[in-house]
């Protein structure tokens, strides 16, 4: 069993390698001065934002899980990103990419980093790319990526 810090940085470690794959960043690089991380007050979803995208994980949903793609050898249907440019979309991923011992942002509440804002209403969590209009709503119930 691990101890709770080894846990606590397992998961920090797991935040990296998913941000450098969607934000771009190189996980030695990577600081927490870069990327900010929260839940939601039902502790179900949690996100890390940063100027160069947002990744949301979902604990528990009742949504049907999407397809997994071949090429993917992982965990799929739980995350789902942002970055410049691009299209909202679900990624595959080996570990857990956040931290669900992060600060709670409340219903209502917002979080900008850069072109990125992730807002929490008590249907959903959306985060979108300010700039073009592509991001992601994650809910319990369903998921949208655009």
Known sequence: MKS???Q?????AGAFVIAGAVFGVNAGTANAAS???FVTPSGNIGCLIGPAGAVCQIREHSYAMPQRPDSCHGNYGDVFAVQSGEAGRITCHTDAP???????????????EGNFVCTVSTQYVQCVDATSGH???????FYEVY
Request: glycine content about 12%; hydrophobic content about 35%.
């Open 98 to 112: 956040v931290d669900f011992h992060s600060r709670t942002v409340g219903y209502g509440g917002q979080v900008r």
């Open 4 to 6: 709770m810090k080894s």
């Open 8 to 12: 606590y940085f397992s998961t920090v």
């Open 35 to 37: 990327l900010d991380q």
């Open 135 to 141: 991001g992601f709503q994650l809910a319990r119930e």
